[in-house]
């Protein structure tokens, strides 16, 4: 026993013994090891006698589909000057969990990336001690949890577990910051009282919430507050489909028939259609002169936003709302909207962020939560914020990733 072929400093290690039980089933896998550190110091005039043997087995990494146990026959030493009983120390060990201290760390991270019953069957475990390591290390991590405020701050909500729940993330890294238990102002308020050194936003990205702008004002009055070009771009399909549904009725019935098909064709902008989707549209567009108004009032106002400046942006923003007034009823909740929210849906120009970073990290969160079984909000906190956040470097994660070993460096 003198090879350290497990490369854990100050321990040698036999060969691994395979244990079976009587159907010839692989159960348990035991080395016996040896530390090779010093007894720690008691006293000044330290003498000391051998006092009897305690058998101690500690969990390591499995080196075969079963548990891997470490066996140590640890000396006990009396001294004869003062009279203590001192035993020979094991480095690298978590004496809590009875596990190597690398072992522990393998859990921590793999249940950070993973499920916990997946956990359960990568290392060989119980479940209880999967979530119980975890719990321990997501307490210590998040329990006094600050973290210092983005140039640019990203707000938006998820439902999840029943309820509405707020997201803040660093829009320009694209990391999770917080997620808090409901999306209210004051939800909101008490989730940024977390944040250090406020005075660093500049920029704050939200959808049409009218809650999120007057918290930006109230605790960013430096920020530039900017509405999201989803949302803003979703507003304009919406009032279209109002006007399509109307007309759908009024189609011939082959143009009907063709219609549940070409649903989401119609959200799709001309230019990103195919050829064929743009044939099969027009097709249906030259029955409803009604609908191809609408439509082309619909992808007119695409374009403001894909002006360079903010002044080119309100100059083709102004053409439209000419353009609009073919079916001002129709479109006039449009116009509306964007009057009430014209400066921060314009202040996108100034600064060229979205949301999109935000919706994606809502998602994210959203295949923990589907992923799992039975999590309760603390718990999908901790591991979304543990997995997506600043806290867990996201090079220590890549091993334990669930995504093919080609994309795993894409996070």
């Known amino acids: 026993m003198k090879v350290n072929w497990l490369r854990l400093p100050g321990i040698e290690a036999a060969i691994p013994t395979l244990i079976h039980d009587d159907n010839g089933n692989l159960t348990d896998v035991t080395i016996d090891c040896r530390a090779t550190a010093a007894y720690n ?16 087995r500690y969990r390591d990494r499995r080196i075969e589909p079963a548990p891997t146990w470490l066996i140590f026959r640890r000396q006990r030493k009396r001294c004869l000057s003062c009279g203590a009983t001192l035993y020979q120390a094991i480095p690298g060990m978590d004496d809590r969990h009875r596990m190597t201290a690398r072992f522990r760390q393998d859990i921590i991270l793999s249940s950070i990336n993973r499920t916990f019953a997946d956990v359960v069957r990568f290392h060989a475990v119980e479940e209880t001690l999967v979530r119980r390591i975890f719990r321990e290390h997501a307490d210590r991590e998040l329990l006094q949890y600050r973290y210092d405020a983005p140039r640019v701050l990203g707000i938006d909500e998820n439902h999840l577990l029943g309820g509405a729940r707020g997201v803040i993330c660093d829009v320009e890294r694209g990391e999770l910051l917080d997620v808090l238990p409901g999306r209210t102002g004051s939800d909101i308020r008490r989730g940024l009282d977390r944040m250090n050194s406020w005075g660093t936003v500049e920029v704050w990205c939200q959808d049409m919430a009218g809650a999120y702008k007057g918290i930006a004002r109230d605790l960013f009055p430096k920020a530039s507050i900017v509405v999201d070009k989803f949302h803003v771009l979703s507003k304009a399909n919406y009032w279209w489909s109002r006007v399509r549904l109307a007309e759908t009725a009024k189609l011939p019935k082959e143009a009907r028939e063709q219609m549940p098909g070409l649903i989401r064709v119609f959200d799709r902008h001309w230019e990103v259609m195919t050829p064929r989707q743009q ?10 002169p009604r609908m191809q108004t609408a439509w ?60 999109a970073k935000v919706e994606r990290m809502n998602r994210s969160i959203g295949d923990i939560n589907r992923a799992s079984n039975g999590l309760d909000f603390q718990t999908l906190r901790a591991k979304a914020i543990l997995r997506h956040g600043r806290i867990t470097p996201k090079a220590s994660l890549s091993y334990y990733s669930l995504r093919p070993p080609s994309t795993r460096n894409a996070a």
Not at 331 to 345: G, N
């Open 296 to 355: 082309t009032i619909k992808e007119s106002f695409y374009y403001f936003y894909d002006a360079q400046t903010r002044s080119e942006a309100e100059d083709a923003y102004t053409n439209w709302v000419q353009l609009a007034k073919a079916q001002h009823a129709e479109w006039k909740p449009l116009m509306t909207m964007m009057a009430r929210w014209r400066k921060e849906i314009f202040n996108f120009f100034d600064h060229r962020f979205t949301s």
């Open 41 to 56: 110091i008691c006293c000044l005039a330290q003498k000391l006698v051998s006092n009897g043997t305690k058998a101690v």
């Open 279 to 288: 044939d099969r549209v027009a097709e249906i567009l030259a029955h409803s």
